[in-house]
């Protein structure tokens, strides 16, 4: 079942074209490798799709709709979520705070609607766990490691139900052994039915956990297929631009 | 600190997390060892007239210091406080003259409501002006606070002609005994101070939008990306220091009998020392309602410690700026150990 699909986007900034004519479709629980080089239009795409701004042309269906998103939360509120290149999340507060942040649960008590604690540590724990990561919820994300940082962003967007979910660079600034574990929690999200697009520099990530590649040359689609059908060096080819299309 | 790996990060033990660990609570340390110090060199400290003496006067300035404390928490600050503790009180005095002469005065304590009413909705709209110039048009704090600071206290002597205004009416022996009262000995001052930091502890841990202060105090971006209001928040936390500065201007309004022009004049910085004593972060989300309480208590315990002393009063400022400054390298030095 395709979940989004894009026809002809197109972007400009100004006199710069940052993307031209951008098709894509994704399935659900499909995970798509989405690569290029520096100012290729990866992050411009990502924040097209979360609607962070709308497009210059082209169209956008989501589940079968047509959808035009003036606000991140429009997005978010048909099942896209993002988890940010810098990971924007308030390293003051607790997991659990920052998972719930914007959406926190309340229990009444008298006239005051006051914060749920437990609930809300009850259930970060619980996603925690499902993410089998070992974050726990209450400790604050300052004293956290890149690997479990990366769980808190994820764990947010589980939360919401979300059914894409888009990472930009997710593993870039992260040791070897979060980068495992990062991984492997998108094959957890895979599982659950939910389509993923993975922006990464790093080949072995892509070819490790995408069903798919996409390649990205100044803000146009050269590459698209099947991860089994390419090659790490046919696909650094195609972001140089050595080979021209693939 | 990439390399950290999860499963060897244990939990803190109990003394070295939470709130053992942070500045307020070793400001309270030393707050309790300067007591101590104070009571053996000066017996007079321990007087019930001096504690009492001390409680109303840091009161004020704590009062104060928990909105200045909400406003630091969200990275901002404001200076304006001290100016609108002068505009409030001299607004409030003039209405308590105003109201008591008119039909108002006829029914008791009317006259009063409708003045402190009308001076802390005059402190809410300078809250308001503050908060909107800072997160609509993006003007930062500490110029907009200041540009306010010095448009407030024209303002105080452009009313009175740079005299004072006197607590007059019907209602003022009634004024005077909600400002400047007290309950089985303590003085009022000190129980609106309670009643207001334990409000603002629940605020801020136990509602959405306490959380969101914090929030935004530590990734403004990540709290707008999260569909924080952000703008709300942070024009709430200019309108809560004025209303908070506002109060405490009655309170004082109350206890000297009149409104001198220059009330409160330069206490902006012992309101921000006092928050920045007890741990809040001027870079934004860490700091709370009882540091806010124990750095008042700590510079006023110590400038009363001074006149007791005999030190020259001069000294004071002197003395306060050094507590700032050591209490920030203290924690700069502990968060540099523990690595956070
Ligand atoms: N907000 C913006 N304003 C102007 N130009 C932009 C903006 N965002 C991206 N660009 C430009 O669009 C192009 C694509 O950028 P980007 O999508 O960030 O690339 P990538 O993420 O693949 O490195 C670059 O030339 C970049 O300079
Ligand atoms: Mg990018």
Known sequence: ?246 | MANVISSDMRRPAWYAGGFFASQTAYVSGALAIIVIIMAALAPVFLSLGNLINVATNFSYIAIVSLGATLVILTAGIDLSVGSVMALTAILTALLLRWTSASPLGAVPGLAMSVAVLGGLLSACGIGLINGLLIARLELTPFVTTLGMLSVARGLCYAITRGAGVAITGGDADLFSSLTDGDILGVPLPLIYLLILAAGMGVFLHHTASGRYVFALGGNERAARLAGVPVARIKTGVYVASALLAGFAGILMAGWLGSVPANLAQGYELRIIAAAVIGGANLSGGIGGPSGAVVGAALIEVIRNGLVLARVDTYWQDTLVGVIIIAAVVVDRLRSRRTGS
């Open chain 1, 1 to 246: 079942m395709t979940l989004l699909t894009l026809d002809a986007i197109g972007r400009s900034f100004g006199a710069i074209q940052a993307l031209a004519g951008v098709d894509l479709s994704i399935a659900a629980g499909e995970v798509v490798g989405l690569m290029g080089d520096n100012g290729a239009g990866k992050s411009t795409l990502a924040k097209i799709i979360a609607g962070n701004f709308p497009p210059s042309s082209g169209t956008m269906m989501f589940d079968g709709q047509q959808v035009a998103f003036a606000r991140p939360v429009d997005a978010r509120a048909v099942g896209i979520e993002v988890v940010y290149q810098d990971l924007a999340l308030a390293d003051n507060l607790s997991a659990a705070a920052n998972v719930f942040l914007g959406r926190e649960l309340h229990r009444r008590i008298g006239p005051f609607l006051l914060l749920d604690h437990s609930a809300m540590q009850q259930r970060a724990t619980a996603l925690f766990r499902e993410l089998k990561s070992e974050t726990r919820a209450e400790d604050l994300v300052r004293q956290m490691s890149g690997g479990q940082r990366q769980a808190v962003a994820i764990a947010r967007t589980r939360l919401a139900d979300a059914r894409l979910i888009i990472m930009d660079e997710p593993t870039a600034a992260i040791s070897v052994r979060q980068v495992a574990e990062v991984l492997a929690l998108i094959g957890r999200l895979r599982e659950a039915g939910i389509a993923v697009i993975l922006i990464s520099h790093r080949m072995p990530d892509i070819f490790e956990t995408c069903d798919r590649v996409v390649v990205m040359r100044r803000g146009r689609k050269v590459a698209d297929k099947p991860i089994a059908a390419s090659s790490p060096q046919e696909v650094t080819g195609l972001i140089t631009g050595a080979l021209e299309t693939a």
